[in-house]
């Protein structure tokens, strides 16, 4: 399975952000999905998860500003990014991790999200 995360960029502090999310490689659909992001000098986090396809969940860092959700297109996700702050910046991947160990999908390039103070 390929991941594409898509739609990062500079934005001012205060400021939203929407990141899509495609998967590909696949005939199956897949409900649920996770966001992590990757800040310098840091280990990748979870941030956000998409569970039962539908309900959303974040870290404590972001709840409350960051919402997931699923597209009306087949294995496609967006984060809904509010609020944005200048420690949300970093490199965000879309992925979940197997029921039997290991990751859905290759780790993409992500995309890159500046917030700007």
């Known amino acids: 399975v390929q991941l594409q995360a898509s739609g990062g960029g500079l934005v001012q502090a205060g400021g939203s952000l929407r990141l899509s999310c495609v998967a590909s490689g696949t005939a199956f659909s897949i409900a649920n999905m996770n966001w992590y992001r990757q800040s310098p000098g840091k280990e990748r986090e979870l941030v956000a998860t998409l569970n039962s396809g539908r309900i959303s969940s974040a870290a404590e860092a972001v709840k409350g500003r960051f919402t997931v959700s699923r597209g009306d297109a087949k294995n496609t996700w967006y984060l809904q990014m509010n609020s944005l702050k200048p420690e949300d910046s970093g490199v965000y991947y879309c992925?979940?991790?197997?029921?039997?160990?290991?990751?859905?999908?290759?780790w993409g390039q992500g995309t890159q999200v500046t917030v700007s103070s």
């Open positions: 992925n979940r991790p197997k029921p039997g160990g290991g990751y859905l999908g290759v």
